[in-house]
T-cell receptor, first 112, second 114 residues
Framework: KAGVTQTPRYLIKTRGQQVTLSCSPISGHRSVSWYQQTPGQGLQFLFEYFSETQRNKGNFPGRFSGRQFSNSRSEMNVSTLELGDSALYLC???WGTGNEQFFGPGTRLTVL | AQSVSQHNHHVILSEAASLELGCNYSYGGTVNLFWYVQYPGQHLQLLLKYFSGDPLVKGIKGFEAEFIKSKFSFNLRKPSVQWSDTAEYFCAVKGENQGGKLIFGQGTELSVKP
């Protein structure tokens, strides 16, 4: 069974731009969660989607948003990029909300 | 607010030494607990999990962890480490009614010398 896939793997943007990251969960998994990983703040929860609905949200500004499609694939969007948004963005999928999560390889975003 | 504290930022051991990584959490209700590992160049992998039942949990690759509710702790142990255990280890907590919201500790980098 294929694991969680994330595209693109690497991305370079400039301040003020916006970016969209994509995540395909493990087949059959209906919950997708997003995390931001930085050296200073570690791993921080962004949001969780289940059945196309946002179920949980972390403490990030409104510039960070996401959505989930009917096939459980998810995207996250960051608008008006700031230098501090440079991070590894991880997606995790699980069978249902609250079950163990399986992580993808991440998208490395660099904001210049 | 929930929080997770991992006591050691960097641990250096020789092969065959025993390992114990500390993890304490702050949360007022029932929790689910996890240890994840990130090998160099690889993505996060689940080592073990605790949802309920026996507080001594066994995971992959000879790792185990013990949930001590009175101490709000979930320490990771391995009796004899190998060079291939060199990685970063993350403890994570989830409130029972908080869906998929994992709160992670800062991570412990383990270096095993051959």
């Amino acid at each position: 069974k294929a694991g969680v896939t994330q595209t693109p793997r690497y991305l370079i943007k400039t301040r003020g731009q916006q970016v969209t990251l994509s995540c395909s969960p493990i087949s059959g998994h209906r919950s997708v969660s997003w995390y931001q990983q930085t050296p200073g703040q570690g791993l921080q929860f962004l949001f969780e989607y289940f059945s196309e609905t946002q179920r949980n949200k972390g403490n990030f500004p409104g510039r960070f948003s996401g959505r989930q499609f009917s096939n459980s694939r998810s995207e996250m969007n960051v608008s008006t990029l700031e230098l501090g948004d440079s991070a590894l963005y991880l997606c995790a999928s699980s069978w249902g909300t609250g079950n163990e999560q399986f992580f993808g390889p991440g998208t490395r975003l660099t904001v210049l | 607010a929930q929080s997770v504290s991992q006591h050691n930022h960097h641990v250096i051991l020789s092969e065959a030494a025993s390992l114990e990584l500390g993890c304490n959490y702050s949360y007022g209700g029932t929790v689910n607990l996890f240890w994840y590992v990130q090998y160099p160049g690889q993505h996060l992998q689940l080592l073990l999990k605790y949802f309920s039942g026996d507080p001594l949990v066994k995971g992959i690759k000879g790792f185990e962890a013990e949930f001590i509710k009175s101490k709000f702790s979930f320490n990771l142990r391995k009796p004899s480490v190998q060079w291939s255990d060199t990685a970063e280890y993350f403890c994570a907590v989830k409130g029972e009614n908080q869906g998929g919201k994992l709160i992670f500790g800062q991570g412990t980098e383990l270096s095993v010398k051959p």
